[in-house]
Protein backbone atom coordinates (compact mmCIF):
# COMPACT_ATOMS: atom_id res chain seq x y z
CA UNK A 1 0.00 0.00 0.00
CA UNK A 2 2.94 2.16 0.77
CA UNK A 3 4.75 1.93 -2.63
CA UNK A 4 1.36 2.47 -3.96
CA UNK A 5 0.70 5.70 -2.10
CA UNK A 6 4.29 6.41 -3.37
CA UNK A 7 3.27 5.84 -6.87
CA UNK A 8 0.61 7.85 -6.77
CA UNK A 9 2.26 11.00 -5.10
CA UNK A 10 4.74 10.38 -8.02
CA UNK A 11 2.57 10.53 -10.76
CA UNK A 12 0.75 13.96 -9.47
CA UNK A 13 4.09 15.64 -8.94
CA UNK A 14 4.76 14.29 -12.86
CA UNK A 15 1.66 15.81 -13.48
CA UNK A 16 1.76 19.16 -11.85
CA UNK A 17 5.36 19.67 -13.73
CA UNK A 18 4.35 19.06 -16.59
CA UNK A 19 1.54 21.19 -16.15
CA UNK A 20 3.65 23.74 -15.10
CA UNK A 21 5.66 23.60 -18.27
CA UNK A 22 2.62 23.99 -20.57
CA UNK A 23 1.61 27.07 -18.51
CA UNK A 24 5.09 28.51 -19.24
CA UNK A 25 4.99 27.81 -22.67
CA UNK A 26 1.69 29.15 -23.09
CA UNK A 27 2.85 32.35 -21.44
CA UNK A 28 6.00 32.70 -23.55
CA UNK A 29 3.43 32.38 -27.04
CA UNK A 30 1.22 35.09 -25.43
CA UNK A 31 3.96 37.50 -23.98
CA UNK A 32 4.99 39.09 -27.42
CA UNK A 33 1.16 39.80 -28.07
CA UNK A 34 0.66 41.45 -24.89
CA UNK A 35 3.61 43.40 -24.98
CA UNK A 36 2.62 44.86 -28.31
CA UNK A 37 -0.71 45.41 -26.90
CA UNK A 38 0.75 47.42 -23.86
CA UNK A 39 3.15 49.39 -26.11
CA UNK A 40 0.83 50.05 -28.86
CA UNK A 41 -2.62 50.28 -27.36
CA UNK A 42 -2.39 50.47 -23.70
CA UNK A 43 0.22 52.91 -23.54
CA UNK A 44 -0.65 55.47 -26.12
CA UNK A 45 -4.52 55.46 -24.27
CA UNK A 46 -2.94 56.41 -21.12
CA UNK A 47 -1.06 59.23 -22.41
CA UNK A 48 -4.04 60.58 -24.67
CA UNK A 49 -5.95 60.59 -21.23
CA UNK A 50 -3.51 62.66 -19.99
CA UNK A 51 -3.40 64.80 -22.64
CA UNK A 52 -7.36 65.43 -22.30
CA UNK A 53 -7.12 67.30 -19.40
CA UNK A 54 -4.07 69.67 -21.21
CA UNK A 55 -4.48 72.75 -23.03
CA UNK A 56 -2.01 70.94 -25.78
CA UNK A 57 -1.34 72.17 -29.15
CA UNK A 58 0.64 70.16 -32.22
CA UNK A 59 2.03 73.67 -33.37
CA UNK A 60 3.19 74.98 -29.60
CA UNK A 61 5.73 73.00 -28.01
CA UNK A 62 4.38 74.33 -24.37
CA UNK A 63 1.43 72.79 -22.83
CA UNK A 64 -0.70 73.77 -19.43
CA UNK A 65 -3.08 71.67 -17.42
CA UNK A 66 -6.69 72.75 -17.47
CA UNK A 67 -8.40 70.18 -15.40
CA UNK A 68 -11.96 69.44 -16.67
CA UNK A 69 -12.23 72.58 -19.26
CA UNK A 70 -11.39 70.56 -22.41
CA UNK A 71 -14.43 68.48 -21.04
CA UNK A 72 -16.91 71.11 -20.06
CA UNK A 73 -15.77 73.23 -22.90
CA UNK A 74 -17.52 70.42 -25.18
CA UNK A 75 -20.45 69.80 -23.25
CA UNK A 76 -21.44 73.23 -24.27
CA UNK A 77 -19.59 73.07 -28.26
CA UNK A 78 -22.31 73.15 -30.37
CA UNK A 79 -20.15 72.10 -33.01
CA UNK A 80 -19.33 68.86 -31.02
CA UNK A 81 -22.86 68.57 -29.91
CA UNK A 82 -24.13 68.62 -33.51
CA UNK A 83 -21.91 66.33 -34.64
CA UNK A 84 -22.52 63.73 -32.14
CA UNK A 85 -26.24 64.06 -33.31
CA UNK A 86 -25.35 63.37 -36.70
CA UNK A 87 -23.59 60.32 -35.99
CA UNK A 88 -26.33 59.41 -33.57
CA UNK A 89 -29.08 59.50 -36.69
CA UNK A 90 -26.62 57.96 -38.88
CA UNK A 91 -26.49 55.04 -36.63
CA UNK A 92 -30.17 54.94 -35.89
CA UNK A 93 -31.14 54.65 -39.70
CA UNK A 94 -28.17 52.20 -40.87
CA UNK A 95 -28.70 49.46 -37.79
CA UNK A 96 -32.20 48.31 -38.51
CA UNK A 97 -31.84 48.88 -42.32
CA UNK A 98 -28.14 47.28 -42.58
CA UNK A 99 -29.27 44.37 -40.22
CA UNK A 100 -32.38 43.33 -42.19
CA UNK A 101 -30.87 43.46 -45.57
CA UNK A 102 -27.76 41.47 -44.12
CA UNK A 103 -29.92 39.17 -42.49
CA UNK A 104 -32.42 38.51 -46.09
CA UNK A 105 -29.29 38.67 -48.17
CA UNK A 106 -27.78 35.54 -46.41
CA UNK A 107 -31.45 33.58 -46.32
CA UNK A 108 -31.36 33.69 -49.75
CA UNK A 109 -28.41 32.65 -50.47
CA UNK A 110 -28.41 30.08 -47.52
CA UNK A 111 -29.39 26.79 -49.67
CA UNK A 112 -26.73 25.72 -51.83
CA UNK A 113 -26.97 25.67 -55.43
CA UNK A 114 -25.25 26.34 -58.76
CA UNK A 115 -25.54 29.70 -58.17
CA UNK A 116 -25.41 30.67 -54.85
CA UNK A 117 -21.56 31.02 -54.62
CA UNK A 118 -21.46 33.23 -57.52
CA UNK A 119 -24.00 35.24 -55.67
CA UNK A 120 -22.36 35.35 -52.60
CA UNK A 121 -19.10 36.77 -53.93
CA UNK A 122 -21.34 39.43 -55.71
CA UNK A 123 -22.38 40.23 -52.83
CA UNK A 124 -19.82 40.33 -50.96
CA UNK A 125 -17.69 42.54 -53.45
CA UNK A 126 -18.85 45.93 -51.81
CA UNK A 127 -17.15 44.93 -49.16
CA UNK A 128 -13.41 44.82 -50.77
CA UNK A 129 -13.79 48.08 -52.28
CA UNK A 130 -11.65 50.95 -51.24
CA UNK A 131 -13.98 53.19 -49.48
CA UNK A 132 -12.21 55.89 -51.64
CA UNK A 133 -13.04 54.46 -54.67
CA UNK A 134 -17.02 53.73 -53.55
CA UNK A 135 -17.01 57.44 -52.12
CA UNK A 136 -15.65 58.74 -55.81
CA UNK A 137 -18.09 56.35 -57.71
CA UNK A 138 -21.09 57.32 -55.83
CA UNK A 139 -20.21 61.08 -56.13
CA UNK A 140 -20.91 60.56 -59.77
CA UNK A 141 -24.07 58.70 -59.45
CA UNK A 142 -25.41 61.31 -57.29
CA UNK A 143 -24.25 64.09 -59.58
CA UNK A 144 -27.02 66.31 -60.46
CA UNK A 145 -25.87 66.53 -64.30
CA UNK A 146 -25.05 63.19 -65.13
CA UNK A 147 -25.59 61.33 -62.48
CA UNK A 148 -27.47 57.75 -62.82
CA UNK A 149 -29.90 58.34 -60.08
CA UNK A 150 -31.01 61.99 -61.18
CA UNK A 151 -31.25 60.46 -64.83
CA UNK A 152 -34.23 57.73 -63.24
CA UNK A 153 -35.81 60.96 -61.36
CA UNK A 154 -35.60 62.42 -64.76
CA UNK A 155 -37.52 59.94 -66.63
CA UNK A 156 -40.01 59.58 -63.81
CA UNK A 157 -40.99 63.50 -64.24
CA UNK A 158 -39.41 63.93 -60.95
CA UNK A 159 -37.99 67.28 -60.09
CA UNK A 160 -33.36 67.02 -60.54
CA UNK A 161 -31.55 67.36 -56.79
CA UNK A 162 -27.90 67.27 -56.02
CA UNK A 163 -28.17 65.05 -53.44
CA UNK A 164 -24.56 65.79 -51.67
CA UNK A 165 -25.50 69.63 -51.82
CA UNK A 166 -28.75 69.82 -50.40
CA UNK A 167 -28.55 69.53 -46.44
CA UNK A 168 -31.69 67.89 -46.19
CA UNK A 169 -30.25 64.82 -48.64
CA UNK A 170 -26.52 64.24 -47.71
CA UNK A 171 -26.55 62.48 -44.77
CA UNK A 172 -29.33 60.13 -46.64
CA UNK A 173 -26.55 59.35 -49.56
CA UNK A 174 -23.75 58.59 -47.00
CA UNK A 175 -26.56 56.16 -44.99
CA UNK A 176 -26.76 54.33 -48.63
CA UNK A 177 -23.27 54.12 -49.35
CA UNK A 178 -22.39 52.77 -45.79
CA UNK A 179 -25.40 50.28 -45.90
CA UNK A 180 -23.90 48.87 -49.42
CA UNK A 181 -20.25 48.89 -48.80
CA UNK A 182 -21.09 46.92 -45.34
CA UNK A 183 -24.00 44.88 -45.76
CA UNK A 184 -22.18 42.08 -47.48
CA UNK A 185 -19.86 41.54 -44.62
CA UNK A 186 -22.42 41.13 -42.05
CA UNK A 187 -24.67 38.81 -44.47
CA UNK A 188 -21.48 36.58 -44.17
CA UNK A 189 -21.71 36.75 -40.19
CA UNK A 190 -25.66 35.65 -40.71
CA UNK A 191 -24.79 33.11 -42.93
CA UNK A 192 -23.00 31.16 -40.40
CA UNK A 193 -25.23 31.92 -38.06
CA UNK A 194 -28.21 30.00 -40.25
CA UNK A 195 -25.61 27.01 -41.11
CA UNK A 196 -25.17 26.62 -37.15
CA UNK A 197 -28.92 25.90 -36.85
CA UNK A 198 -29.95 22.09 -36.77
CA UNK A 199 -31.83 21.24 -40.10
CA UNK A 200 -34.21 19.01 -37.89
CA UNK A 201 -35.82 21.81 -35.87
CA UNK A 202 -37.18 22.80 -39.11
CA UNK A 203 -38.47 19.77 -40.34
CA UNK A 204 -40.03 19.00 -36.98
CA UNK A 205 -41.87 22.39 -37.40
CA UNK A 206 -42.74 21.20 -41.17
CA UNK A 207 -44.31 18.02 -39.44
CA UNK A 208 -46.47 20.20 -36.89
CA UNK A 209 -47.82 22.59 -39.67
CA UNK A 210 -45.66 25.84 -39.29
CA UNK A 211 -45.72 28.17 -41.98
CA UNK A 212 -42.27 29.76 -43.08
CA UNK A 213 -43.43 33.13 -41.33
CA UNK A 214 -43.44 30.68 -38.03
CA UNK A 215 -40.62 29.04 -38.55
CA UNK A 216 -38.74 32.79 -38.64
CA UNK A 217 -39.84 33.96 -35.65
CA UNK A 218 -39.84 30.55 -33.28
CA UNK A 219 -36.61 29.14 -34.55
CA UNK A 220 -34.71 31.14 -36.54
CA UNK A 221 -34.41 34.51 -34.97
CA UNK A 222 -34.35 33.19 -31.00
CA UNK A 223 -31.74 30.86 -32.11
CA UNK A 224 -29.62 33.53 -34.30
CA UNK A 225 -29.47 35.40 -30.68
CA UNK A 226 -25.86 35.50 -30.62
CA UNK A 227 -25.13 36.23 -33.83
CA UNK A 228 -27.46 39.40 -34.01
CA UNK A 229 -25.90 40.17 -30.71
CA UNK A 230 -22.76 40.65 -32.60
CA UNK A 231 -23.95 42.24 -35.68
CA UNK A 232 -25.90 44.97 -33.97
CA UNK A 233 -23.21 45.60 -31.44
CA UNK A 234 -20.47 45.89 -34.20
CA UNK A 235 -22.70 47.79 -36.28
CA UNK A 236 -23.30 50.05 -33.87
CA UNK A 237 -19.47 50.93 -33.07
CA UNK A 238 -18.87 51.36 -37.30
CA UNK A 239 -22.00 53.66 -37.56
CA UNK A 240 -21.13 56.16 -34.51
CA UNK A 241 -17.18 56.27 -35.50
CA UNK A 242 -17.97 57.11 -39.22
CA UNK A 243 -15.64 58.90 -40.80
CA UNK A 244 -13.92 57.55 -43.88
CA UNK A 245 -17.01 57.78 -46.31
CA UNK A 246 -17.08 61.56 -44.90
CA UNK A 247 -14.33 62.28 -45.70
CA UNK A 248 -13.97 61.14 -49.00
CA UNK A 249 -17.70 61.39 -50.56
CA UNK A 250 -18.91 65.06 -48.29
CA UNK A 251 -16.07 66.58 -46.44
CA UNK A 252 -18.12 67.45 -43.96
CA UNK A 253 -20.55 69.47 -45.44
CA UNK A 254 -22.93 70.90 -46.70
CA UNK A 255 -22.82 73.52 -43.53
CA UNK A 256 -21.99 70.70 -41.32
CA UNK A 257 -24.85 68.41 -41.93
CA UNK A 258 -22.93 65.56 -42.41
CA UNK A 259 -20.01 66.23 -40.25
CA UNK A 260 -19.73 62.89 -37.71
CA UNK A 261 -18.29 62.94 -34.51
CA UNK A 262 -15.45 61.20 -35.25
CA UNK A 263 -14.79 63.32 -38.46
CA UNK A 264 -14.90 66.34 -36.19
CA UNK A 265 -12.40 65.01 -33.57
CA UNK A 266 -9.83 64.78 -36.92
CA UNK A 267 -10.84 68.38 -37.72
CA UNK A 268 -10.26 69.21 -34.40
CA UNK A 269 -6.87 67.77 -33.87
CA UNK A 270 -5.15 67.85 -37.12
CA UNK A 271 -6.70 70.71 -38.99
CA UNK A 272 -6.94 72.95 -36.03
CA UNK A 273 -4.02 71.26 -33.69
CA UNK A 274 -6.09 71.11 -30.73
CA UNK A 275 -4.63 67.77 -29.77
CA UNK A 276 -5.99 68.19 -26.24
CA UNK A 277 -9.56 69.04 -26.74
CA UNK A 278 -9.46 66.57 -29.64
CA UNK A 279 -8.17 63.81 -27.12
CA UNK A 280 -11.13 64.81 -24.77
CA UNK A 281 -13.97 64.75 -27.48
CA UNK A 282 -12.51 61.11 -28.32
CA UNK A 283 -12.96 59.87 -24.85
CA UNK A 284 -16.42 61.59 -24.08
CA UNK A 285 -17.03 59.13 -27.46
CA UNK A 286 -15.74 56.21 -26.01
CA UNK A 287 -17.49 56.14 -23.13
CA UNK A 288 -20.78 56.64 -25.35
CA UNK A 289 -19.82 53.71 -27.17
CA UNK A 290 -19.27 51.72 -23.67
CA UNK A 291 -22.34 52.52 -22.04
CA UNK A 292 -24.25 52.07 -26.18
CA UNK A 293 -22.25 48.84 -26.27
CA UNK A 294 -22.98 47.04 -22.45
CA UNK A 295 -26.80 48.14 -22.99
CA UNK A 296 -27.29 45.96 -26.19
CA UNK A 297 -24.97 43.47 -24.46
CA UNK A 298 -27.66 42.93 -21.79
CA UNK A 299 -30.70 43.52 -23.85
CA UNK A 300 -28.91 40.30 -25.72
CA UNK A 301 -28.21 38.54 -23.15
CA UNK A 302 -30.99 35.92 -23.02
CA UNK A 303 -29.85 33.04 -25.11
CA UNK A 304 -32.31 30.49 -26.69
CA UNK A 305 -31.72 27.02 -27.15
CA UNK A 306 -34.12 23.90 -28.14
Given at each position: MLNGAKTIAAGKRKADRSLRKEQLTALWFVLPAVLLLLVFVFYPMVQAFIISFQNYSLVSATKSFVGLDNYLGLLKDQSFLSSLKNSFFFAI???????????????????????????????????????????????????????????????????????????????????????????????????????????????????????????????????????????????????????????????????????TVVFYIYKLAFQQMQMGYATAAAFILFGIVLVISLIQMRLFKNDVEY
Amino acid sequence: MLNGAKTIAAGKRKADRSLRKEQLTALWFVLPAVLLLLVFVFYPMVQAFIISFQNYSLVSATKSFVGLDNYLGLLKDQSFLSSLKNSFFFAIVVIPIQTSIALGMAMLIQKPGRSSGLFRTLLFIPVVVSTAVAAVVFKLIYNKEFGILNNVLKSLHLPLTNFLSNPETAMYGVITLGIWKAAGFFMIIFLAGLNNIPNDLYEASRVDGASKIQQFFKITLPLLNRTMAFVVIITTIDAIKLSGLVFVLTNGGPNGSTETVVFYIYKLAFQQMQMGYATAAAFILFGIVLVISLIQMRLFKNDVEY
